[in-house]
């Protein structure tokens, strides 16, 4: 059984093939997003040179996953993004950004603890499907990123009474809610 608690290492050959070095297998990038999305952290290194080229390819999948319309960064962050690389801010933005992702897995947190069996509103009927509407919003909006988070993932993944216009809701208050942090960030 590997050590999930050390980053899985992931070795970059010459012919940029990239060497999962617990399973001793070649991986993809998909492969390393779902490693990722299941809570694992991962480190990528070049073989020869030993340089770590995890940015690099985290960077990569953010991209390929926008390129086929997957968006959830807005333009206006990206836009934001890009002159914050040449102006004096550039010291503030890694914070921000680090700082707000916290806070929405610390709010996923506790409003998912909120919503537990404890609570009476728990008992109530419909109470399961509007949760797992609330996990597939909270996994929609955060790309994933809380995969392990709540322990109830499957559901999540797979609202049972949940249709199209449910999804379209969702992505709706998404994008209210990325207006809202591409505003912040200004």
Do not use: W
Request: glycine content about 6%; proline content about 4%; overall charge negative.
């Amino acid at each position: 059984m590997a050590d999930t608690s050390q980053p899985l290492l992931i070795k970059r050959y010459a012919s940029r093939r990239l060497y999962n070095t617990e399973t001793s297998d070649y991986v993809t990038l998909e492969d390393i997003a779902a490693f990722i999305r299941d809570g694992r952290e991962v480190q990528i290194v070049d073989l020869k040179s030993g340089d770590d080229l995890t940015r690099q390819y985290l960077l990569q999948i953010i991209a390929e996953h926008e390129s086929r319309g997957e968006s959830v960064l807005p333009v206006d962050l990206l836009t934001d993004l890009v002159r914050s690389y040449t102006s004096q801010s550039m010291s503030i933005v890694p914070q921000f950004l680090a700082q707000s992702f916290d806070m929405l897995r610390e709010s996923q947190s506790k409003m998912m603890e909120n919503m537990g069996a404890m609570n009476p509103i728990a008992r109530m009927p419909g109470f399961e499907a509007m949760q797992a509407q609330q996990q597939a919003f909270l996994k929609a909006m955060t790309g994933g990123m809380m995969g392990g988070a709540t322990g109830q993932r499957d559901a999540a993944d797979k609202p049972e009474d949940g249709p199209a216009e449910d999804l379209d809701e969702i992505k709706a208050e998404l994008a209210k809610l990325q207006a809202k942090l591409a505003k912040m960030g200004k």
